[in-house]
């Protein structure tokens, strides 16, 4: 029986599962153009990259430069844009103004051209209420919580515009603050013979205040520049209302964000900022494509999810794809602060994490928002 | 003695005499004179000298028939079909010779079966002092299956050492002329033992064969053509030879008739874990496999690993690609036709076999001698309870387990009349570790009445029961869920069949009656968020009327020509949904809604599908075939995967699916040389297909009550060249072939974006362009064989995320065109060891060990890519390889 048993373990253990190469060759360069005209003061931005390859995820996208844009509204004013940094091109005088229709034309260095189908700017209702409430998933002293399921559903009631036909677009962004310790960074050295575990000595980066002095000792020399960092997050899936939950004028009770609760996120407070948007039916149709495609279940038998294009094409020939949008949208924003008293028992400290403070997050910066 | 003075002869030089010797008449008075006697005469009378030895001609003597024909003549006829042969040296000597060639001949062949042990029968027909030298008898006579002793048609019967050849009618009976004496009658028929029968035929009489099925273990499984000859057989009917073949490695030990469909040319299939196969650019679900005359559709265990059809159970299998009958319909590419094995009507007999995944067994014999015979056989996988004893990962969590069994009781109402009762059933049950497990099963049942009127016409009644149903349990507290899906066929067809002169004919009518549950789903917890659903059954009815004739225009000619008229109608109850004009069909543009009454018809479609072939043959090695066939196919595997897999949906014709039309063109050249050691075929074929589904991107099947939302109708082409080289005797046997073959599909929506890659042509999941395929065995000696096979193809087409761009602080990702990228190629090699029982007849049980080695380099072949979302939001691609390692697997046939 033996035998049998090992052959046994042979069938299940012979699938094996590993990461698709795609040659570089393989890939189609695309375009990434994205802008937003509303009814704020400017001056708005719109941003253009060149896709990056699926396998290249921690890649930074490759921005396009020396592009000429122009924005046009229907009343035949039009306006060039200025490249202020790498890729993004920022108006000047232009002023969203409502009922007005805009697009813009992209002509890049290698004369391909790009247009947007007009946008009109249509008012967006008022955000009445935003509630949050506190869920508690886990026990919050069985483990060390870094991460956490415990947290915030933030809820927000909102009018909606007879104009906006039940079309309602919601973003947010969340800023927390962390602090790190990266004058406790080590480094493993090479021994002979290896021993287990690896040797280590002291490696802090310069940022942390600390140096090495000439006797192989440490000394701090300054304040630590890469302790203290702002970390920003995004919603990650299209929120979009759904017109058939749209009651009349009004949208309640709206989920909008789930703020994870733990020793990082309530170091200090959580800042989330609620946009809430105007869009076309174009637009609004092209983010539920993103979103179909965000959810798409990883599966063995999946279908490819539907291709998202957005309102931006290519006008001259042999010009590369491109994804993306230029959106013409009213806002109205809410500020929610959550303090870390909110959260109904004593958050632990926040973990030693012996590394430089803008490695621990995708969006981490040094730099104190100007909120804080 | 004189036979050495006509060596000596050969020195001397030519004289001037004509050959005037043998111009000269037989007189009437030589008649009842001894051979020797009247050659002495003819000696004594004129110049000649006759030189021969006196025994050799004591048999021989001049008939009356002989008198008035020239002496060369005479001679002629007497000595044919004897080692006795004469010639003339200059004119004036007549030499008898015993041709030292022809004994030699015979003796070898003696020796040669006697050294593979074949048994020789004695028989003496007429006896041997009323001998008449150089007689020519008739021998006739009815070869029949030992077993079942049904007459077998288009059986071989020959003179050993002559070219005297006959093949069975379809009644099994032959006439045969042979020179009288002590000859060797060889029968032969396809799978079946050789008989040999040293027969010193005296006078005109009867000689009888029964012919036993090879009993070697696994040569159970025989796929052949409807005529065995590469060179008679119609185009797209493929003749394997497995007979020879079959000692093919075996994935874990299993014989599969699925996967040896797959290696044949123009044959391919997208994976180990797919036991659906395509033919010639068709989909999986283009097939009809027939098992006894009901369709099966789901043709797999254990999601493809091993075919459904335990090969003890099956008696033969045709398969048909191109040029298909007009009998068979409703399936556009192929057809696999299964008929399971009848009981044994004399005797009792059990086989089985005993692998490292299942074991089967089986049992045979007569319920009342002679007239009702069983045969059945069970299989079970028994690796459920191994995968319980595996520590490893949550391995043990998983389960796995099936069975199939078949049931086949056989009734001779006398000569003419037979009722046989099928029965076949198969389970599947797969657990994952994730507290999901999937059932799914296939229960058919037939009854076939065969009546025959004459030695010219017969006729088949089929009354049949299909059933094919799965269902997907989750166990978990908020995701549990029980869904359930059913499909029903009864089936009943009658045929008729009618030889006359140089025609065949062939007609009928069949029905199918399909019923479908296409989805049910309750929660299964208090809990539960799965919302509960139910998708009405939904029943439609096929009906189809086919005539063919086989028509022998002249002895190298021979045309088939057939017709087949079928229609199809969808059942009330029933509703309609009504979308927008001029919007795409989605949820939002639904407008309205017919409901339609039990019973009453919501849409007939009707098809006329004309079938024909021909066969050339420029020489009696050598032919050229042609083939066209339309075929309607009503019922639609709906699926997102490329095989066939136990969740697939299928949806029969409706409103909005309109049936499939597939036509095929064939041409063919075959040949065979060096009398059947070698054949030789190119095939070539151009397929176009209607109506076929493609889903939308993004779209969802499963439990989907409007599914035209989700599908999209285009057209399909394909088209190939097959080439292929058989060796079919001798130590080393095999076979190649290679096929460069194209499959496309085009969808154009009139509706921006609906259209797949813009309205284009695009590679089909299953556009393999080159195949190889290379298939040998070599008798290392009579017990031992090596085995082996190579397979190659060209990876599939995939569909994959390549790129992505940041909107909104959210990554959008750039998809490829549909199948646009393609899995690395496929190849892979198996050996085997096979070592049988010794050959001798009479032994308690026939066993034989087989040692294969599945994979032999270990190749990790990609059987599919998918994406996981990593945690940037990315769905990143990875490539899944099912068998990534060399497995070997042993295993035990036996027959008892």
């Known amino acids: 029986m033996k035998i049998l048993q090992l052959l046994t373990y042979l069938l299940l253990l012979i699938s094996c599962v590993s990461p698709y190469k795609i040659e570089p060759s393989q890939y189609h360069d695309g375009m990434v153009i994205e802008g937003l005209i509303t009814d704020q003061p400017g001056p708005y931005v719109v941003k253009i990259s060149r896709v990056s390859p699926i396998l290249d995820y921690v890649g930074h996208p490759v921005s396009v430069e020396g592009a000429s844009v122009v924005i046009y509204d229907d009343a035949g004013n039009s306006e060039t844009l200025q490249e202020k940094s790498p890729g993004n091109y920022y108006t000047n005088t232009i002023h969203g103004e409502m009922g007005r229709s805009y697009y813009i034309t992209v002509a890049t260095p290698d004369g391909s051209t790009y247009q947007s189908t007009p946008e009109k700017l249509t008012p967006v209702g008022n955000i009445k209420n935003v509630d949050y409430e506190f869920v508690e998933n886990e026990n919050p002293f069985t483990s060390r919580q870094v991460t956490s399921t415990n947290g915030f559903n933030v809820t927000l009631d909102s009018e909606v515009l007879p104009s906006q036909e039940g079309r309602v677009w919601w973003r947010w962004s969340g800023t927390f603050h962390i602090f790190t310790y990266p004058e406790l960074k080590k480094k493993v050295i090479e021994s002979s013979p290896p021993v287990e575990p690896p040797l280590t000595v002291p490696d802090p980066p310069p940022c942390s205040g600390w140096i090495s002095n000439s006797r192989g000792g440490f000394v701090q020399v300054g304040s630590c520049k890469c302790c203290d960092c702002w970390v920003t997050q995004y919603n990650q899936l299209p929120l979009l209302s759904d017109p058939a ?117 995708k969006n981490s910066s040094t730099t104190k928002p100007i909120f804080w | ?133 150089g007689t020519i008898v008739q021998l006739t006579g009815t070869v029949k299956d030992g077993k079942t002793l049904d007459p077998l048609a288009n059986a071989t019967v020959y003179v050993e050492g002559t070219t005297r050849v006959a093949t069975t009618s379809p009644g099994g009976t032959f006439s045969l002329a042979v020179p009288a004496g002590e000859q060797f009658v060889v029968f032969r028929f396809a799978n079946y033992e050789e008989k040999i029968v040293s027969v010193g035929i005296y006078e005109s009489g009867e000689l009888n064969a029964d012919l036993m099925e090879t009993p070697k273990v696994l040569d159970e499984v025989v796929v052949t053509g409807r005529q065995s000859s590469v060179v008679n057989g119609n185009v797209g009917q493929i003749d394997l030879k497995l007979a020879q073949l079959k000692k093919l490695p075996a994935f874990l030990g299993e014989v599969d008739i699925i996967k040896q469909i797959q290696v044949m040319p123009g044959v391919t299939s997208v994976g180990e874990m797919s036991s659906g196969f395509n033919v010639r650019g068709g989909g999986v679900d283009q097939n009809l496999v027939l098992y006894d005359g009901v369709q099966i559709f789901n043709n797999s265990h254990v999601f493809g690993f091993f075919s459904a059809f335990n090969s003890e159970a099956v008696r033969n299998a045709s398969f048909f690609k191109g040029g298909i009958p007009a009998e068979y319909g409703g399936r556009v590419s192929s057809v696999l036709n299964i008929s399971s094995k009848e009981g044994d009507y004399k005797k009792w007999f059990a086989s089985g076999g005993i692998g490292p995944i299942s074991s089967n067994i089986a049992l045979n014999g007569p319920i009342n001698k002679d007239k009702t015979s069983i045969f059945a056989s069970f299989r079970s996988s028994y690796s459920d309870w191994m995968v319980k004893t595996i520590q490893y990962s ?46 799914w099963q296939t229960r058919i049942a037939s009854l076939h009445y065969d009546h025959r009127f004459s030695e010219r016409a017969f006729s088949t009644i089929t009354l049949g029961y299909g059933e094919y149903s799965y269902e997907v349990k989750d166990n978990g507290t908020s995701t549990g869920y029980d869904l359930k899906y059913a499909l029903s066929y009864p089936t009943f067809k009658v045929d008729y069949n009618y030889h006359a002169g140089k025609h065949r004919f062939n007609t009928g009518i069949s029905s199918i009656w399909y019923g479908i549950t296409p989805g049910n789903i309750v929660p299964t917890s208090p809990v539960s968020n799965v919302k509960p659903q139910s998708i009405a059954r939904q029943q439609s009815l096929e009906v189809a009327a086919f005539l063919s004739d086989e028509f022998e225009i002249t002895e190298n000619l021979r045309i088939d020509l057939g017709a087949r008229i079928s229609s199809f109608t969808a059942m009330g109850p029933g509703k309609v949904y009504s979308y927008q004009s001029g919007q795409p069909i ?6 309205d809604s017919i409901s339609y009454a039990s019973g009453k018809p919501i849409k007939t479609y009707a098809g006329f599908e004309p079938r024909a072939s021909a066969v050339y043959k420029i020489t009696p090695f050598s032919s050229i075939k042609l083939g066209y066939n339309r075929i309607y196919q009503f019922i639609h595997l709906i699926s997102n995967s490329v095989s066939i897999s136990p969740i697939d949906i299928w949806q029969s014709s409706n409103y909005y699916f309109k049936p499939q039309i597939g036509d095929q063109y064939s041409v063919g050249y075959f040949k065979s040389l060096k009398s059947n050691q070698f054949d030789f075929s190119i095939e ?68 921006p974006g609906e259209s797949i890659n813009s309205g284009n042509w695009y590679p089909s999941n299953y556009d393999q362009p080159n195949v190889v395929n290379f298939t040998w065995r070599y008798a290392l000696s009579r017990r031992f064989s090596f085995t082996g096979n190579f397979t190659y193809r060209t990876g599939r087409p995939i569909t994959l995320p390549y790129s992505y761009g940041y909107l909104s602080n959210m990554p959008i990702v750039n998809f490829s065109d549909r199948n646009e990228f393609r899995v690395p190629d496929y190849h892979r090699l198996d050996l085997a060891l096979v070592i049988e029982g010794n050959h001798r007849r009479k032994k308690l049980v026939d066993g034989s060990w087989i040692i294969s080695f599945y994979n032999v380099y270990a190749r990790k072949n990609v059987y599919s890519v998918f994406y996981k979302t990593n945690q940037y939001g990315l769905p990143i691609p990875y490539q899944l390889s099912i068998i990534g390692t060399v497995l070997p697997s042993v295993s035990y046939r036996f027959r008892i």
């Open chain 2, 394 to 439: 949550n391995v043990d969590k998983s389960s796995v387990a099936f069975y199939d069994a078949s049931l086949k009781v056989a009734h001779k109402f006398g000569e003419n009349d037979k009722l046989t009762l099928t029965g076949y059933a198969s389970r599947d049950k797969f657990g994952l570790p994730s507290d999901t497990t999937f059932w």
């Open chain 2, 684 to 751: 070539g074929f151009y397929k176009h297909l209607n109506n076929i589904l493609d889903f939308k991107d993004g779209s969802n099947i499963v439990l989907n009550p409007t599914l035209e939302d989700a599908l999209l109708r285009g057209v399909g082409k394909a088209y190939g060249v097959e080439f292929s080289v058989n060796k079919n005797t001798g130590r080393l046997q095999g076979s190649f072939n290679y096929t460069y073959a194209r499959s496309f599909r085009q969808v154009q929506s009139p509706f």
């Open chain 2, 1 to 133: 003695m004189k036979i050495f003075t006509a060596g000596f002869l050969l020195t001397i030089a030519f004289s001037a005499h004509s050959q005037s010797i043998l111009d000269r008449k037989v007189e009437a008075s030589a008649t009842g004179k001894p051979l020797s006697a009247y050659l002495m005469e003819i000696e004594g009378d004129s110049e000649c000298k006759v030189f021969f030895i006196d025994q050799w001609l004591e048999s021989f003597q001049i008939e009356e028939g002989y008198v008035g024909m020239t002496l060369g003549e005479t001679l002629r006829k007497i000595f044919e079909g004897t080692d006795i042969y004469f010639t003339i040296f200059y004119d004036y000597a007549i030499v008898i010779v015993k041709d030292p060639n022809q004994t030699l001949a015979k003796t070898r062949f003696l020796q040669s079966i006697r050294g593979e042990k074949k048994k020789v029968e004695t028989k003496s027909i007429g006896a041997k002092g009323k001998i008449k030298p």
């Open chain 2, 586 to 591: 989605s949820s939002s543009t639904m407008v």
């Open chain 1, 245 to 361: 939950l749209t009651n009349g004028n009004e949208v309640s009770s709206q989920f909008i964000a789930f703020v994870e609760a733990n020793v990082r996120t309530f170091y200090d407070k959580y800042y989330l900022q609620i946009d809430q948007l105007s869009l076309s039916q174009s637009m609004y149709d092209f983010w539920k494509e993103v979103k179909q495609e965000q959810s798409n279940s990883s599966n063995l038998f999946q279908t490819p999810p539907a291709k998202t294009h957005g309102n931006i094409v290519a006008t001259s020939d042999g010009a590369t794809n491109v994804v993306g949008y230029f959106a013409a949208s009213a806002i109205e924003s809410h500020i929610l602060t959550l303090h870390r008293s909110d959260v109904p028992y004593g958050v632990q400290p926040i973990d030693t994490t012996a590394n430089v403070c803008t490695t621990l997050y």
